[in-house]
């Protein structure tokens, strides 16, 4: 167990076609709109306590203190006055709302004074508590850090001092888990052993008997299921419920697994997470699909259209446990769910612009024929409940973080996108360079800047069937490295990265007849506006050629895919008509998944309609397919596994 | 305008495989089920105004009066000591309940006397009131039936001296529509005009400004548009909000028209109609895809699974319309809607034992795997709110009236069922019997056993693409014969009736790369217990020969369809694989739609994947596509148009 380190994000700085654009945006329009945002919504005026008699809301405090978290992770990437003053004026007015006792959330002690920790399975107050630890913990350096950081212990220590199995305590879990995670960064920004303690403690005593939301709240099925406490999470085999509570749970979890060297509660995690990837995850790393309850359902129930949900704080959050995970275990399994959540639904969420934001991330969208139940088709500026756009003001700025794992003595390139690091192992810190247009392209050059003897090991994504590795003129069939490096040595890796047309476990039956297209990790839609016709029209040929080209409208180096497609020619006049369509050969043009609609509004589909005129090719029909695959397998993709050794 | 009238359903006897034993169940079982969960639900017990403490609803007394409804009609056909003390008793009882104005609701009487009329738009009185109308007609002449028909006129009256645009009256208009067309019922059964008044009053003034519902209730779109009160119902051209009622106010206005000569409000009718047959009805015959509000959408919008509606009582009602416009117009587009509802989407909403029903009729239900949004995949006894089984009560008994029409010395047969038939002709009776196994075979006997002259008018249905007919010797080839019958003479009709795959227009995405079965006027549906593999796994080849069996557990005679599908085995072992599936050849056997889940749970589906190897065949590529088929170009089925002529 812990057999990895995360690099501090701010070490490394993407340089890539993707992220760091991406990482930009965040900082340039993400933030500050949201902050405006925050403000016009009366997010911030919330504050002033007895003064704001506008409407509020209990996760408010949870949106503040996300764009917080964002602020000061946005500091530490590039100076910013503005956002500065912005950190210290908003955490000197929260500070002020602080009750005497410790006590500090705006909607209850100026709504509901009577009613605090009343009604903990709905009421959002311990996930408030929760994102105000992570936005402290992250800004505790800046002007107006200490003092937020200091109240924000306090309550941390009113609320450890509230709840547990001890005398004077009483029982109480959140119901949107969040500080559990929460409270192991506190532990670790703090060393109090204490906070830790009590993340176990709402760790542990969740779903224990008597269950304390059925017993003072009258919670019953499906709802205590929807909030993990059905049963002691130990006991649990099947993500479920609201998916954003699940990963953020599980991520506590991991947090305290790798806290307390706890292997059991880590195989939890482990048969939780693959209940997921295996079962429960859009090819596009979304997960929760159902929108009644933002939930889990059975496995393979993964529509595509107007019921589905995959929010984009889901994907967050799954990016966020799969990185625990991976640094706990090495699994490149982890990776690869991971990459594919980061690079199609987690980016999707967000518009290229930095301020459009989905809540809900489609996998096809009809702009002429569907009534949507399930949320917008059309990225929004703010929500009511706004937890995506603030979601991403403190995700977006850390995913250089993702690029690599450090182990003892060695630094793992887990997604080998362009970037400069300066890496802090043991007992030095490692300069590196990553050159390439990774997610885009699989020729990468790694330049190691730092003389001295340590472990390069590499991941060969599970997307991947070869790889070639070189390194000082010398070929490599294992990816790992191990030497002495001279400064400015350089190591050429060259994956394999065709266009792939994926197709899903029949029970999957939104996905039958039909095809993705991913080339990398990167999974395309086809957008009408760039199509001869309707997409519902299309048939791809998926064994004719598939050309990489430039993406018209997109940013330059984005390659679109394009190839051979029928068009279906309706042959009735009514709504239905006997006997067989008929088709004209068109061809079609694919874009990357998470750039969808950014072109203006148009229709789009991840599965289109596939045909097969040949034999499946041989790149297929190699694969070890049958293998059953698990966690504990190791190494294993989305798709087929591939036959050159994986690291594990 | 007036073309033909419907017979007394009670002078045409099924002898057929389909509908005479849904009659005879209807009366062994439907009914007295129905009429048992009315009393143990307290629906009955309910009339017992201070005496009844239970729940009650403000829909239960239109239950009660449908069950009485049919009742009447099953006595009609076959004698029923009990049922006949049944009706006798609980007529009186409702009787009984009549205030002194002649008010008659149980609901508002007991439970909210001061609210009266208060919240027409959701309350359901006006339609509780219509369905007293029409259980009051049809049990005139029943023990106790005459001092319910006072009752009930009395109560009309009242409705007739407070809703209007006079002196001392006030505007209001039904939340759900049926009063409109069950007042024409009560004109036609008393002559008395103010009745067939009250109708256009409550139809003419509905939608129009001030705007009743908006003023009195404060209720806006979309829900304006769920009660059809969104605009005047004479500038409608599309149907819309919630089927049931749409249906039932279409119906009432073909009703008035017909009463009044008013071409203008028919041809309402008639758009409307089409706008629902081109565009938002399933192969079916079922309407109103949505669940949400249970009603229409925008066209296209036909889903299969989880997220559609098409209750029973929407298709029954579009049955009832069809007829109207039928009767109205002679235009066989409406029969052949009418039987395509008939025999798959009105027959599936009820179990063959008949008493277990569907709210929503599925075109898809996948066991496994789905959580079904809009309602159980599985029959039901009963619902809470219970309108389908109680609809089913009704209409069942009389669906021997749509097989016939009768004109002026001139007698159609709509759907050759067999049938015994004492037509009252303006001038004389007519018996007619008609043999063969239709819906199932094509080959249609019928004998004139009254001597006379008079035309025999015989609808080619719009799926048949060939046929014969020959009387004593001669063949005909206009389906019309006009002659001096001599009894005993017969008629032979032939029409083909192959098994024929059906597409649909590629807006219905759900249907994308799919197929529905249909042979005459019955649609297929594979259930999974037929098949080697499950459903979803199934791909129909689709020019491969289709042969005709039996149907394993159905009754006898019940024709399956047999032919060659490809299962496809997926070759993954995660969600997603790369490259094309295997596929193995198989058999698959279909079974026709209204049938299914007769023989245990299991899945099922409509719509399958199919695969066409070879060129369309010449029976498809010959059909006259492109045309635009409207109502007003006369003839047209579902598919396409016939090449034989069809009279109009």
């Given at each position: 167990m812990n057999m990895y380190e995360s690099p501090a994000f701010s070490d490394v700085r993407p340089a890539d076609?993707?992220?760091?654009?991406?990482?930009?945006?965040?900082?340039?329009?993400?933030?500050?709109?949201?902050?405006?945002?925050?403000?016009?919504?009366?997010?911030?005026?919330?504050?002033?306590?007895?003064?704001?008699?506008?409407?509020?809301?209990?996760?408010?405090?949870?949106?503040?203190?996300?764009?917080?978290?964002?602020?000061?992770?946005?500091?530490?990437?590039?100076?910013?006055?503005?956002?500065?003053?912005?950190?210290?004026?908003?955490?000197?007015?929260?500070?002020?709302?602080q009750c005497p006792d410790g006590y500090l959330n705006s909607y209850f002690t100026a709504v509901k004074p009577g009613e605090r920790w009343k009604t903990l399975s709905t009421q959002h107050e311990l996930y408030c508590a929760g994102h105000l630890m992570e936005a402290a913990v992250a800004g505790r350096d800046l002007p107006g850090g200490k003092a937020f950081f200091d109240a924000v212990c306090?309550?941390?220590?009113?609320?450890?001092?509230?709840?547990?199995r001890g005398k004077n305590q009483r029982r109480g879990w959140p119901g949107h888990e969040e500080i559990e995670l929460a409270l192991v960064k506190l532990y670790r920004a703090t060393g109090n052993r204490r906070y830790l303690d009590q993340a176990a403690y709402f760790i542990d005593d969740r779903g224990s008997l008597p269950n304390v939301f059925e017993a003072e709240e009258g919670i019953t099925e499906p709802f205590l299921v929807n909030v993990q406490a059905d049963r002691p999470v130990r006991e649990m085999t099947e993500a479920c419920g609201h998916a954003v509570r699940a990963v953020y749970l599980y991520t506590g979890m991991a947090d305290l697994a790798r806290e307390t060297d706890d292997a059991g509660l880590l195989n939890v995690c482990e048969k939780l997470f693959d209940s997921i990837c295996s079962r429960k995850m859009y090819?596009?790393?979304?997960?929760?699909?159902?929108?009644?309850?933002?939930?889990?359902?059975?496995?393979?129930?993964?529509?595509?259209?107007?019921?589905?949900?995959?929010?984009?704080?889901?994907?967050?959050?799954?990016?966020?446990?799969?990185?625990?995970?991976?640094?706990?275990t090495g699994k490149t399994l982890y990776m690869d769910v991971l990459e594919t959540a980061l690079?199609?639904?987690?980016?999707?969420?967000?518009?290229?612009?930095?301020?459009?934001?989905?809540?809900?991330?489609?996998?096809?969208?009809?702009?002429?024929?569907?009534?949507?139940?399930?949320?917008?088709?059309?990225?929004?500026?703010?929500?009511?409940?706004?937890?995506?756009?603030?979601?991403?003001c403190r995700f977006l700025p850390?995913?250089?973080?993702?690029?690599?794992?450090?182990?003892?003595?060695?630094?793992?390139?887990?997604?080998?996108?362009?970037?400069?690091?300066?890496?802090?192992?043991?007992?030095?810190?490692?300069?590196l360079k990553i050159e390439g247009d990774y997610p885009y392209s699989g020729k990468v050059r790694i330049v190691v800047e730092t003389a001295g003897a340590f472990t390069l090991r590499l991941?060969?994504?599970?997307?991947?069937?070869?790889?070639?590795?070189?390194?000082?003129?010398?070929?490599?069939?294992?990816?790992?490295?191990?030497?002495?490096?001279?400064?400015?040595?350089?190591v050429e890796l060259d994956l394999d990265m065709p266009a792939d047309f994926l197709h899903s476990d029949p029970r999957v039956t939104g996905n039958l007849g039909r095809a993705a297209l991913r080339r990398g990790p990167v999974v395309y839609a086809l957008e009408e506006i760039d199509q001869t016709c309707p997409v519902r029209e299309l048939v791809l040929c998926a064994d004719r050629p598939v050309t990489v080209g430039a993406a018209p409208g997109l940013p330059a180096g984005t390659p679109a895919l394009r190839g051979t497609a029928l068009r279906e020619i309706f042959s009735g006049s009514g709504l239905y008509a006997v006997g067989a369509p008929r088709y004209e050969e068109t061809r079609f043009t694919a874009i990357p998944y998470a750039l969808w609609q950014n072109r203006g509004r148009t229709s789009m589909c991840v599965w289109n309609r596939v045909r097969y005129e040949k034999e499946p090719p041989p790149s297929a029909a190699g694969c070890e397919h049958g293998r059953t695959r698990t966690i504990t397998d190791g190494p294993g993709g989305l798709a087929c596994p591939p036959k050159t050794p994986r690291f594990s």
């Open positions: 076609p993707v992220l760091a654009g991406r990482i930009a945006s965040c900082i340039e329009k993400t933030i500050p709109s949201s902050a405006a945002r925050a403000v016009e919504t009366g997010r911030i005026a919330a504050f002033d306590l007895d003064h704001y008699h506008g409407e509020r809301h209990i996760y408010w405090d949870s949106d503040v203190a996300k764009i917080l978290e964002g602020i000061a992770y946005a500091l530490r990437l590039r100076p910013d006055e503005k956002l500065a003053a912005l950190f210290e004026a908003w955490t000197k007015k929260i500070v002020s709302c306090r309550y941390a220590d009113l609320i450890c001092d509230t709840f547990g090819v596009t790393g979304g997960i929760g699909s159902s929108f009644q309850g933002e939930r889990f359902t059975r496995g393979y129930d993964l529509a595509n259209g107007s019921l589905m949900y995959a929010e984009s704080c889901a994907a967050m959050g799954l990016c966020q446990l799969a990185s625990r995970l991976f640094d706990m690079y199609n639904g987690v980016l999707s969420g967000i518009s290229l612009a930095g301020d459009d934001f989905f809540y809900t991330n489609y996998l096809e969208v009809d702009e002429n024929l569907v009534c949507y139940n399930s949320g917008s088709p059309v990225r929004q500026k703010w929500f009511s409940c706004s937890c995506c756009p603030t979601s991403f850390q995913m250089g973080r993702f690029i690599y794992s450090l182990g003892d003595g060695e630094i793992a390139v887990n997604i080998p996108a362009a970037n400069t690091a300066e890496l802090k192992l043991a007992d030095r810190t490692v300069k991941r060969i994504p599970g997307w991947c069937r070869a790889w070639r590795l070189a390194a000082g003129g010398k070929a490599y069939t294992e990816p790992v490295i191990t030497k002495n490096w001279q400064a400015g040595e350089a």
